[in-house]
């Protein structure tokens, strides 16, 4: 019975023992852990674990350590626990778990999870893009197969990314050994810091041996993602908060990262100095220049940050200054991971990103910068540069259509590899619309009916007629957007319709049909014996929106050129809308006036202005109450055909340009 007794209390303290054992482990993990020290937190996580004893927070832990050192397949194994553990996570851990399956192949248990990521929380864009685009995968498959790859030739058996172009030779950032006796290690990865290298771009395309960038740009800390002025005197890099011998920290004692910039005098990089918006509490990294270098790009999770980093722009000012920081705005960024940016010489945005449907971790996306600075539709440039895991770095030659990128693909040399590419075909979907014009009643073809194509911001496209058959095609519209045609033929009311063309390279097919507008009896006659307007056209074609210029057959314009009084030959067409207005006494519009090109762009939006006022008057003047009528001028701001300033078109074309329009407001 003793001897019982001391085998159970001996049994007990053992089990006491390892209790405390492992909290002292876990202890110890969770210090490393809050310090981003992941890799050796990993370590005693793991050794806790194999023993048996896995919470909650531990698996949370284990997952979110590699996760967040980009080893997502072997992030699966604790994040498949965790959630067989409890269910109800945090919506954060559903996404990196879905791109952690991703990673792993799983794409069919990714998607079930972004679902449920989506279900928990609607408002997030990363979910709402992937519930309005669940078949992304074909997507990015239309967009694949376009460019070939091949090792940059230069990658250790370490860290190797971020490229840019100096001259002749290839800048980059490696964590490779330099040799020396005392090697510094990053305690978030436990891998060498980072410093930057360069190598010979050779004729044949080949990258020649790698050598270590001037002493005073690298430091014992990570230096990386460096990008050159044109003329190779200013450059703009990476750093970790460290200038002049001094660290500085941040409230948790981690040194994030910063922008510097150095100049180049008498063949050394000198005057190294951080850019005015970096700070001790948030990072900015990853600098990319406009082509005309007077905006920098960047990556940051300052204040304004949608996610957990977002892509930034900001000024140059001529003299050397900088303006004021901008977010990109929901239109590029996430809640996840927007970084590594680059603007082409075409002006397109490529970034990498895990906040979009993708293929697994960053993948590469596109996004063409439009004159008014706003973006055209952001698309995955496809396999084989994204890939399951890490993506990013991505530098194009606009001419040449070659780059490089890097990524951490399998069957790499080293955790982050460069890659080199060439682009052999260019992401542009196009379709051709095309479509009949036939009679809404008869079902008979409609030849040489007049088709103008206007763009989703009301611009001018082209016009096409239809031929003999009814048939017509505007050839090479963009995918994904929307246009408007407005279709026009003596006999028929005039028509205007709407499309948003595929998404995919193709056809998009519109048939059109048209209505004979209802005239029993001549003007000339209507004009004599005083025929109802009521009979010129049907009542049912009378509603909001419409233009009553078109559908009574009104000449375009009521004045001469230059001026803004109503000629007197004029007055018997725009006594038919005072028919109108009599005859519907609610109904109020809208006068519309618009001029063509010539003359400067202020005097015809003066003019248009008083040529809509004038108008207007007429109308109070033959008996219609003025608030029922609006007028505004629009000078040349909203031409039908390409005849813009120093465009030289014909007397008609012009002509087409200079014209009222009378829409009914409401009725």
């Known amino acids: 019975m003793i001897i019982k007794k001391i085998s159970y209390t001996v049994l007990l303290f053992m089990v006491a023992l390892t209790a405390i054992g492992q909290k002292n482990e876990t202890v110890d993990a969770d210090k490393k852990y809050d310090k981003y020290e992941f890799v050796d937190a990993i370590g005693l996580y793991e050794k806790v674990a194999e023993k048996g004893y896995k919470d909650q927070?531990?698996?949370?832990?284990?997952?979110?350590?590699?996760?967040?050192?980009?080893?997502?397949?072997?992030?699966?194994?604790?994040?498949?626990?965790?959630?067989?553990?409890?269910?109800?996570?945090?919506?954060?851990?559903?996404?990196?778990?879905?791109?952690?399956?991703?990673?792993?192949?799983?794409?069919?248990?990714?998607?079930?999870?972004?679902?449920?990521?989506?279900?928990?929380?609607?408002?997030?864009?990363?979910?709402?893009?992937?519930?309005?685009?669940?078949?992304?995968?074909?997507?990015?498959?239309?967009?694949?197969?376009?460019?070939?790859?091949?090792?940059?030739?230069?990658?250790?058996?370490?860290?190797?990314?971020?490229?840019?172009?100096?001259?002749?030779?290839?800048?980059?950032?490696?964590?490779?050994?330099?040799?020396?006796?005392?090697?510094?290690?990053?305690?978030?990865?436990?891998?060498?810091?980072?410093?930057?290298?360069?190598?010979?771009?050779?004729?044949?395309?080949?990258?020649?041996?790698?050598?270590?960038?001037q002493k005073n740009i690298n430091s014992k800390f990570n230096e990386s993602t460096p990008v050159f002025t044109q003329d190779g005197k200013t450059m703009y890099f990476t750093r970790n908060n460290y200038l002049?011998?001094?660290?500085?920290?941040?409230?948790?004692?981690?040194?994030?990262?910063?922008?510097?910039?150095?100049?180049?005098?008498?063949?050394?990089?000198?005057?190294?100095?951080?850019?005015?918006?970096?700070?001790?509490?948030?990072?900015?990294?990853?600098?990319?220049?406009?082509?005309?270098?007077?905006?920098?790009?960047?990556?940051?999770?300052?204040?304004?940050?949608?996610?957990?980093?977002?892509?930034?722009?900001?000024?140059?000012?001529?003299?050397?200054?900088?303006?004021?920081?901008?977010?990109?705005?929901?239109?590029?960024?996430?809640?996840?991971?927007?970084?590594?940016?680059?603007i082409s010489g075409d002006n397109e945005l490529y970034f990498?990103?895990?906040?979009?449907?993708?293929?697994?971790?960053?993948?590469?996306?596109?996004?063409?910068?439009?004159?008014?600075?706003?973006?055209?539709?952001?698309?995955?440039?496809?396999?084989?540069?994204?890939?399951?895991?890490?993506?990013?770095?991505?530098?194009?030659?606009?001419?040449?259509?070659?780059?490089?990128?890097?990524?951490?693909?399998?069957?790499?040399?080293?955790?982050?590899?460069?890659y080199r590419f060439t682009e052999t075909k260019r992401l542009v979907c196009e379709q051709d619309l095309a479509g009949t014009v036939t009679d809404a009643e008869t079902n008979e073809i409609l030849a040489n009916a007049s088709l103008m194509l206007f763009d989703e911001k009301s611009n001018f496209v082209e016009t096409v007629s239809s031929d003999e058959k009814g048939n017509y095609r505007f050839p090479k519209v963009n995918c994904g957007k929307k246009y408007s045609i407005r279709i026009s033929k003596n006999g028929y009311e005039t028509k205007t319709v709407s499309v948003t063309i595929n998404k995919r390279t193709g056809n998009t097919?519109?048939?059109?049909?048209?209505?004979?507008?209802?005239?029993?009896?001549?003007?000339?006659?209507?004009?004599?014996?005083?025929?109802?307007?009521?009979?010129?056209?049907?009542?049912?074609?009378?509603k909001e929106g419409v233009d009553l210029a078109k559908l009574l057959h009104l000449p375009m314009n009521f004045f001469d050129l230059g001026k803004a009084t109503i000629k007197k030959v004029s007055e018997p067409q725009l006594k038919k809308l005072v028919d109108v207005l009599n005859q519907y006494p609610t109904m109020k519009l809208d006068i519309r006036s618009h001029t063509d090109s010539r003359q400067s762009a202020s005097n015809n939006m003066i003019l248009s202005e008083k040529r809509a006022q004038s108008t207007k008057n007429w109308l109070v003047k033959k008996g219609i109450d003025a608030s029922r009528l609006t007028a505004k001028g629009y000078g040349e701001t909203q031409l039908v055909n390409k005849c813009a300033d120093g465009v030289k078109c014909t007397e008609k074309q012009h002509q087409l340009n200079r014209r009222s329009e009378f829409i009914i407001i409401s009725m």
Request: hydrophobic share 35%; aromatic share 10%; charged share 25%.
């Open 57 to 213: 927070k531990i698996l949370q832990r284990l997952g979110n350590a590699y996760y967040f050192n980009a080893e997502l397949t072997k992030a699966v194994k604790w994040y498949d626990q965790l959630f067989d553990l409890n269910a109800e996570q945090e919506p954060e851990y559903l996404y990196r778990y879905a791109q952690c399956l991703k990673a792993a192949g799983n794409y069919k248990k990714a998607d079930e999870i972004l679902t449920e990521f989506n279900k928990k929380i609607n408002t997030d864009k990363r979910g709402i893009l992937f519930e309005n685009n669940k078949n992304y995968l074909e997507e990015i498959k239309v967009n694949s197969n376009r460019f070939e790859i091949a090792d940059a030739g230069i990658n250790s058996a370490l860290s190797d990314y971020g490229t840019t172009i100096l001259n002749d030779k290839l800048v980059f950032a490696s964590a490779r050994d330099t040799g020396g006796v005392a090697k510094k290690t990053f305690k978030w990865t436990n891998r060498s810091f980072t410093n930057l290298y360069a190598a010979a771009l050779m004729p044949d395309g080949s990258v020649g041996t790698p050598e270590r960038f």
């Open 244 to 342: 002049d011998g001094k660290r500085r920290n941040d409230e948790k004692k981690v040194t994030l990262l910063k922008l510097y910039k150095a100049t180049l005098i008498q063949d050394q990089w000198q005057n190294v100095t951080e850019l005015p918006f970096n700070s001790d509490q948030y990072s900015v990294a990853h600098a990319a220049l406009s082509p005309d270098e007077k905006t920098l790009y960047f990556a940051s999770d300052m204040p304004g940050t949608f996610g957990q980093s977002d892509l930034f722009k900001v000024s140059i000012n001529e003299d050397g200054t900088f303006g004021k920081p901008e977010n990109l705005g929901s239109e590029i960024n996430t809640e996840g991971r927007e970084t590594f940016p680059f």
């Open 352 to 418: 990498a990103t895990d906040g979009r449907p993708g293929l697994g971790g960053l993948d590469i996306f596109v996004s063409k910068i439009n004159s008014d600075l706003s973006f055209e539709e952001v698309q995955n440039v496809g396999k084989p540069v994204n890939s399951k895991q890490d993506d990013f770095a991505f530098v194009i030659n606009s001419k040449s259509r070659s780059g490089f990128f890097t990524s951490n693909r399998e069957n790499g040399n080293g955790l982050d590899d460069i």
């Open 509 to 542: 097919t519109l048939h059109i049909l048209l209505e004979k507008v209802f005239v029993p009896i001549v003007a000339k006659q209507i004009e004599t014996k005083k025929i109802p307007v009521k009979l010129l056209i049907k009542a049912e074609a009378v």
